[in-house]
C-alpha cells in the first residue's frame, strides 16, 4: 500500500503538474513498477524527484533520470505500437521498459557491461520479450545502430553535448528523435523530427541536467 501511494504521489506531484498530460503515458508510469529497476542500495529513491545512481561508488556516474524528465521525454516522443525505437544508454532498463510497453520493438545499447545484464535481468523479470539489449562492445552508441537503421524513434537517455549526424540519419522520414544536450550548469531537453532527406526540425522542451553518456564527443577545449 506504501508503495503504491509512493507511486500515485511520484505522479500526480511531480509529473503531472510538469505538464505530462498524456493518459496513457500517465497510465503507463502508473503500470509499470519502477522500483523494480532501482538498483538495491537506491529503493528508497524509486519515486523521488532525483537521479538515481546506477552504480556503486559513482554518484556522478550513469544515473536514472528523474521521473518527469523521463515522462516528458516519452511524452514528447509519440510512439505509436508499430514502431521501432532505439535507445542509447539502457541504464537499468526502465526507460527501455516503458518504451517496450508503447512500441512493436525496442533495441536499446549499453556501454557497460554490468548495465546491460542488469538490464536484460530486469526486463525478462517484467516479461518485456520485445526489447533487447545490445553491449556497446559490439555497437558504438554515438553511431547508432546502422544496420538496423531507420527507426521511428531514438532516444538519448542521459546528455550529450550535441546529437551526432549519424544517429539523427538512422530516422526514417518523420521520424523523432530526443536527447538532453549542451553542458552544466543548464543543458536542454530537445525533440529532433526528420522532415527531409537531409533536413531536420528541433524544438527545444525544457531545461534540466543529465549524467553525460559514453563515447560521445565534447567540444574541443582551446587554452592560450
Same mark, same amino acid.
Given at each position: 500500500m506504501?508503495t503504491?501511494l509512493?507511486?500515485f504521489?511520484?505522479?500526480?506531484? @511531480?509529473?503531472r503538474p510538469?505538464?505530462?498530460? =498524456?493518459? @496513457?503515458?500517465?497510465?503507463?508510469?502508473?503500470?509499470?513498477?519502477?522500483?523494480?529497476?532501482?538498483?538495491?542500495a537506491?529503493k528508497?529513491?524509486?519515486?523521488v524527484d532525483t537521479?538515481v545512481p546506477l552504480l556503486p561508488?559513482?554518484p556522478?556516474?550513469?544515473?536514472?533520470l528523474?521521473?518527469?524528465?523521463e515522462a516528458r521525454?516519452?511524452?514528447?516522443? @509519440?510512439?505509436?505500437r508499430?514502431e521501432?525505437?532505439?535507445?542509447?544508454?539502457?541504464?537499468?532498463?526502465f526507460m527501455?521498459?516503458l518504451?517496450?510497453?508503447?512500441?512493436?520493438?525496442?533495441?536499446?545499447?549499453?556501454c557497460?557491461?554490468?548495465l546491460a545484464?542488469?538490464?536484460?535481468q530486469n526486463?525478462?523479470r517484467a516479461?518485456?520479450?520485445?526489447v533487447?539489449v545490445?553491449d556497446c562492445s559490439?555497437a558504438?552508441?554515438a553511431?547508432?545502430?546502422p544496420a538496423?537503421a531507420?527507426?521511428?524513434?531514438?532516444?538519448?537517455?542521459g546528455?550529450v553535448?550535441?546529437?551526432?549526424a549519424a544517429?539523427?540519419?538512422?530516422?526514417?522520414?518523420g521520424?523523432r528523435?530526443?536527447?538532453?544536450?549542451?553542458?552544466?550548469?543548464?543543458m536542454r531537453?530537445?525533440?529532433?523530427?526528420r522532415t527531409?532527406?537531409?533536413a531536420?526540425? @528541433?524544438?527545444?522542451?525544457? =531545461?534540466t541536467?543529465a549524467?553525460?553518456?559514453?563515447?560521445?564527443?565534447?567540444?574541443t577545449?582551446f587554452s592560450?
Amino acid at each position: 500500500m506504501k508503495t503504491e501511494l509512493a507511486r500515485f504521489n511520484m505522479i500526480e506531484q @511531480q509529473i503531472r503538474p510538469w505538464d505530462v498530460l =498524456d493518459a @496513457q503515458v500517465l497510465a503507463l508510469l502508473a503500470a509499470v513498477r519502477r522500483e523494480d529497476f532501482v538498483p538495491s542500495a537506491h529503493k528508497a529513491l524509486a519515486f523521488v524527484d532525483t537521479q538515481v545512481p546506477l552504480l556503486p561508488g559513482q554518484p556522478h556516474g550513469p544515473a536514472m533520470l528523474e521521473p518527469k524528465v523521463e515522462a516528458r521525454l516519452l511524452q514528447a516522443l @509519440q510512439v505509436q505500437r508499430h514502431e521501432s525505437v532505439l535507445e542509447i544508454g539502457a541504464g537499468s532498463g526502465f526507460m527501455a521498459a516503458l518504451l517496450g510497453h508503447r512500441a512493436q520493438k525496442v533495441t536499446s545499447l549499453e556501454c557497460r557491461p554490468e548495465l546491460a545484464a542488469a538490464a536484460r535481468q530486469n526486463l525478462a523479470r517484467a516479461g518485456l520479450s520485445n526489447v533487447r539489449v545490445v553491449d556497446c562492445s559490439a555497437a558504438d552508441g554515438a553511431r547508432g545502430l546502422p544496420a538496423e537503421a531507420p527507426f521511428d524513434a531514438i532516444v538519448l537517455s542521459g546528455s550529450v553535448a550535441d546529437v551526432p549526424a549519424a544517429l539523427l540519419q538512422q530516422l526514417k522520414p518523420g521520424g523523432r528523435l530526443v536527447a538532453v544536450v549542451g553542458a552544466e550548469p543548464v543543458m536542454r531537453a530537445r525533440l529532433y523530427t526528420r522532415t527531409g532527406e537531409a533536413a531536420w526540425a @528541433q524544438t527545444d522542451l525544457f =531545461d534540466t541536467v543529465a549524467s553525460r553518456l559514453e563515447g560521445f564527443a565534447e567540444p574541443t577545449r582551446f587554452s592560450f
